[in-house]
């Protein structure tokens, strides 16, 4: 079965440190993948998203995330956080399935950045 | 252009009682769906649609029914409330292979 795995469940970091996110997923035909932020008491919106191309993709607020097809991972980084990115921030795949088109969320990353 | 629209915002029902979730959406999506998101379980998907007039079950569809009559609206119907259902609700809608919309969301609670 399609599933997506996150890999921390909650991160705690200081301002400015690097962030790195981990996601893996397994389905062996083609996707499409997405990093969704969800800011506290609010409703997920859309980071940052690959389709086909350049496998190191850019989003807003400085975040990038890498899609390495031989290890079926799409890893989310920031060179540095800041205190507003505290936030849950989830994984997910859109890929072909019976019925059709499916998206598979991964079970979210909180992220929690001290002042 | 609103996006992604939800009624009620927040809503309290007793054990039993019966309520509609609304979702509008007037970007022309074909797909919607409703998931539930509650603390450490991520989002998990109740029912979704891939055109007006179908539905299909989710991964967690056991008492709610939903109903796709009109392509920009996706209803969530509870029949007999129970309190494992006190979550908040959130409606999305995506393109064919596009990123979901997800509206604002509605905070359930039943006691």
């Known amino acids: 079965a399609q599933s997506v795995s996150q890999h921390n469940h909650h991160v705690i970091l200081s301002e400015a440190a690097s962030l790195e996110l981990g996601c893996n997923y397994s389905y062996g035909g083609t996707v499409n993948l997405f990093w969704y932020v969800q800011y506290p008491g609010q409703h997920l919106q859309l980071l940052l998203k690959?389709?086909?191309?350049?496998?190191l993709v850019k989003g807003i607020k400085g975040f990038e995330a890498e899609f390495i097809k031989s290890k079926f991972s799409f890893n989310l980084r920031k060179p540095s956080v800041q205190w507003s990115d505290t936030a849950e921030y989830f994984c997910?795949?859109?890929?072909?399935?019976?019925?059709?088109?499916?998206?598979?969320f991964g079970a979210g990353t909180r992220l929690f950045v001290k002042a | 252009n609103a996006g992604v629209t939800q009624t009620p915002k927040f809503r309290v029902l007793k054990t039993g009682q019966s309520m509609t979730l609304l979702c509008a959406q007037d970007?022309?999506?074909?797909?919607m769906y409703w998931y539930r998101q509650d603390p450490g379980m991520g989002l998990r998907l109740i029912h979704y649609?891939?055109?007006?007039?179908?539905?299909a079950k989710g991964e967690v569809p056991d008492g709610y029914n939903v109903s796709r009559l009109k392509k920009q609206n996706f209803l969530l119907g509870l029949e007999s409330a129970a309190p494992s259902q006190t979550s908040v609700y959130f409606c999305?809608?995506?393109?064919?292979?596009?990123?979901?919309?997800f509206g604002p969301g509605t905070r359930l609670t039943v006691t």
């Open positions: 690959y389709f086909s191309g350049d496998p």
């Open positions: 999305a809608s995506k393109v064919v292979s596009g990123e979901q919309y």
């Open positions: 649609s891939v055109g007006e007039g179908t539905t």
């Open positions: 997910a795949v859109n890929a072909y399935s019976t019925g059709g088109f499916k998206t598979i």
């Open positions: 970007m022309n999506h074909e797909y």
